[in-house]
């Protein structure tokens, strides 16, 4: 079962996590930018600019966006250039449930803290959800193998 149908998955994971890295990348402008978001600020409940700028836009200092760039660019590494290594599906559904994790946290402070939503979010969280699935599915084609 480690054929071509792994190879699907592997390259179906990179193509989502490249999505992710272009997602993340607009979102670390939208951190720095000086001029208000014309695309993705629709209302005081629907504000990219509003979440990316709060003080939960950062971790230690460090913007959350630039984190999901760094995460999803580990990704595409792994499923690319890794592909081949033994525990490469540990790794990669590992590293996609914790890019999850972090999402869902994201999405509480966005829904119950902020009270506001970033459509560049959701659709992170939307790649990340996907990236985990097809993990999932690599890492249970690969234990019945």
């Keep these: 079962m480690n054929g071509s149908g792994d190879r699907l998955l592997f390259v179906l994971i990179a ?14 402008q939208r951190h720095f930018a000086e001029s208000p978001t014309r695309y993705c600020d629709f209302s005081q409940k629907f504000s990219c600019d509003i979440v990316n ?8 200092g ?6 999901g760039v760094a995460g999803y660019a580990m990704l595409f590494v ?5 592909r081949t290594r033994e525990q490469i599906r540990d790794w990669l559904l590992g590293a996609a449930l914790a890019g999850l994790g972090f999402a869902l946290y994201l999405t509480y402070i966005e829904a119950y803290v902020l009270t506001t939503w970033c459509i560049l979010c959701l659709i992170s969280l939307v790649l990340i959800s996907l990236i985990s699935v097809v993990a999932g ?9």
């Design 53 to 60: 700028r709060s003080e939960y836009s950062t971790l230690l």
């Design 15 to 28: 193509i989502l996590s490249l999505a992710g890295v272009i997602d993340s990348g607009i979102s670390v």
């Design 62 to 67: 460090i913007p959350v966006a630039v984190i």
């Design 78 to 82: 792994l499923s690319i250039f890794f």
């Design 137 to 145: 599915v690599l890492k249970l084609r690969n234990s019945r193998a």
